[in-house]
């Protein structure tokens, strides 16, 4: 009955507060602006043409096989110890991720996160991977073959060449040249493809602070324009969750390697929505020290950093963008945080709280957007989130991602889109609990020999359905190379009409 009451006078509260009109609004048929404020290069992969050595972006994953022994560089234990030369076959202890230093110079992180240098304690030439931190005595100079570029000599920071004269040691004491197999300081370097990061951090330090300033100006310049509001709002669409980094929270001298500039595009964005009668939603995609060690979490090298010791910064990220857009009619949602995973549950509640909190402190209509960790249940924090008022539940629905899916042909990926999902919905929605946002969904399956008929189906059962859910629905994305992301494609290729 208390809780009855609270709530009509809530509603009663909302219906009083001069910005009430975003209710009518509900639920939002919105897409998401990704790849814009944060990049994620399989979206546009021509983004990163320009950059020299484009194979070897931060996190890279490489291994490094003597010719001369042909065997694989190793660092002992997965490192804290030497690095030897006497592995047939690689796996963990033989993979290193590159730090990028500069077009040619690169730091080599082991499996257990300390990297590779010269042992300083010893003969001062043999190698350790015993660093917590790269300094100069971890930067490496990778020189690659003229002839055939996965061969690469490696210059230590003495001015000589690593070689692998025998299996137990490795040393930087190489002073001839030549690429002969059998020359010790020749290396075979085998990237592994599959692991590649291509996010902010690496196309940011890829291009270097000379070069990424212009790059991204240019990006965030013409990747999305009114125009483009325009187009949306014409199709059916009322709003825009937009992925956005912590540094902007620093523009326009952020920490390195990002640079400044994306604040005034999501200024523009807020213009643009408004001129065209849509809601925004803010969304904290990238958190400081990465909530999921995803490229889209602008992480470095896939690590997962997040945790009780970023809580005060990412308040603040929080606090910037609150006190910034707080007063705006077009303000829909501020997202706490997107896709954590493996993070402490705790840690994550009190990050939660206390983010609510920011955002109270300077909107009292702003939805407030949370969710449960990706490797839970999404109903994992749905109790704790219904004790806020004014809140949001966010789940992310992709018929991709799982085994399950690539066995399914496209009437039974429809059928999981009508029982399965549907009865998820269900299941998250309740008179007393959050709203409910499907934030993230794309028209793209495993169904491919599916005819299109059988895909704009897939897609229209989709916007039925997720439809149900209280807050709406954000389509992932609007704009991107591979057709089925892209809204706009699907829209003009009428996959889909709103
Ligand atoms: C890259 O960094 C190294 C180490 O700091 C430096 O010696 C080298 O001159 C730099 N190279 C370029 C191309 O900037
Ligand atoms: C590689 O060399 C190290 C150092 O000599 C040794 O401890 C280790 O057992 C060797 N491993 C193999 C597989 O030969």
Redesign the pocket.
Known sequence: MGHKLLCLNLVLLLALHPSSSQHSSLPLRAVNLGNWLIIEGWMKPSLFDGIINKDLLDGTQVRLMSTKLQKYL?S?NGGGT?V?A??TSASGWETFRLWRVNESSFNFRASNNQFVGLDNQGAGNGLVANSDSPSDLETFQIVRSEDDPTFIRILAPNGLFLQANS??MVTADYEGSGWEDDNPSVFKMTILKDKTIKGEYQITNGYGPDRAPKIMQDHWNTYITEEDFKFMSENGINAVRIPVGWWIAFDPTPPKPFVGGSLEALDNAFTWAQSYGMKVIVDLHAAPGSQNGNPHSATRDGSREWGDSYIPQTLSVIDFLAARYGDSSTLAAIALMNEPLGVNLESLKNYYRAGYDAVRKHSASAYVIMSSPLDKSSKELLSFIAGFEGTVIDVHYYNLFSNSFSKMNAQQNIDFITKQRASDITSLTSANGPLLFVGEWSGDWLARTASKEDHRRFVEVQVEVYSQATFGWAYWAYKCDSDYWSLQWMIRNDFIKL
Do not use: D, K, L
Request: aromatic share 0%; proline share 0%; with cysteine.
């Open positions: 190793c002992e030497t030897v006497n592995r299996e137990n």
